[in-house]
């Protein structure tokens, strides 16, 4: 959590400060980089895939486009789809959903870049992938990969794209979505909550702050179908924290600041239900991704694991005290 992270605004005065002097900039400025296009993501509806309803299970987004000549060297744009089997691991091949050409893209009426919307449904993805819901399992997941061609021939997707555009801000470029294929859920409450930090072995600071233990109040909190955060009760403050309680006793947290949520009203790091599978949403306010490791329900007990790619991690028991036992959740 403690690592220095720059904004972009701070990068931009950096590069005019270096732009002084004649010593080589520490960084590669944009002509150093390979130029390509991307996609923006100016709105989506958000739209949810449910393993018990597929035909209702569709989503919409809308993009414009960048690059060197404002766009005008992107030849097109294709969506392929793929289908993650959580049960077996296994990945399938991917099938092409979406392929237009630049002909078809239409204006954005503020910034005047070529723009386009897109529309798929799990009716679709299924059809393009040749199964039926038969196939699959609640809690696997459809990824959507998007794939920038541009008029020479090359083309840019999510594993050739640099994560301060694909995603990052400032940029907001958009070449991934994943749908995990939900069923009803509602794991809302308020609970007691006793939280230890575990070593992941990464040779931080947090690894001197294993066997540290808080206990609280916590709340999780539903913000989408299937996706919660979670709100954590410490010395009578209370905060968006998806450490689910670890962060207090290793860092000493009292502000939101501290929190992998920097800002609870705009949530980047979340956690889905999908048919009982819980697995992590999105990255925390210093790009962390984290993930589950543990997760044993145990009557009025949950088991928590968790552990990031910073190698922070911890392991919280949440216990219900309205006398009804957790669902069958695993990891």
């Known amino acids: 959590m403690q690592k220095l992270k720059y904004s972009l605004l701070s990068v931009l005065m950096m590069m005019l400060a270096f732009s002084c002097a004649d010593e080589p900039l520490p960084f590669d400025t944009f002509d150093e980089y390979a130029k390509g296009g991307f996609s923006r993501l100016l709105s989506t509806d958000g ?3 449910f393993f018990t309803d597929p035909d209702n299970s569709a989503f919409t987004f809308d993009v414009e486009y960048y690059s060197e000549n404002n766009g005008g060297d992107i030849a097109g744009h294709e ?3 793929r289908h993650r089997n959580n049960v077996t691991g296994d990945i399938s091949d991917p099938a092409v959903l979406a392929n237009i050409s630049s002909s078809s893209f239409g204006t954005d009426p503020k910034s005047g870049l070529p ?4 529309a798929f449904s799990m009716n679709d993805a299924m059809a393009a992938l040749g199964k039926t819901i038969d196939d699959f399992n609640g809690g696997d997941d459809l990824i959507f990969d998007g794939f920038i061609i541009m008029t020479d021939g090359r083309r840019f997707g999510p594993d050739n794209t640099g994560g301060s555009v694909n995603g990052g801000a400032g940029f907001d470029g958009i070449f991934r979505f994943i749908k ?3 069923c009803n859920s509602d794991l809302t409450g308020v609970y007691t909550a006793v939280a230890t930090n575990t070593s992941q072995g990464a040779g931080i600071g947090w690894d001197g702050c294993a066997g540290l ?3 609280g109040s916590l709340e999780i909190v539903q913000v989408g179908d299937g996706e919660y955060t979670v709100l954590t009760t410490n010395e009578g403050a209370t905060f968006d924290d998806m450490s689910f309680g670890n962060f207090y006793p290793c860092y000493g947290v009292d502000s939101q600041g501290g929190m992998p949520n920097n800002n609870p009203d705009m949530l980047t790091l979340t956690f889905i239900d999908a048919c009982n599978q819980l697995s992590f949403r999105g990255s925390s306010q ?3 991704v984290y993930s589950f490791n543990e997760v044993i329900a145990d009557g009025a007990n949950l088991t928590l694991g968790w552990t990031n790619d ?3 991690g911890g392991s919280t028991v949440i216990t219900r005290t309205d ?3 957790w669902p069958a959740l695993k990891g």
Do not use: H, I, K, Q
């Open 286 to 288: 210093w790009g962390e």
């Open 323 to 325: 006398g009804t036992s």
């Open 180 to 182: 995990p294929l939900l």
């Open 115 to 118: 723009s386009a919307s897109f």
């Open 310 to 312: 910073y190698g922070e």
């Open 47 to 49: 739209g949810t895939f």
């Open 79 to 81: 969506w392929s789809v």
């Open 213 to 215: 233990t808080w206990e």
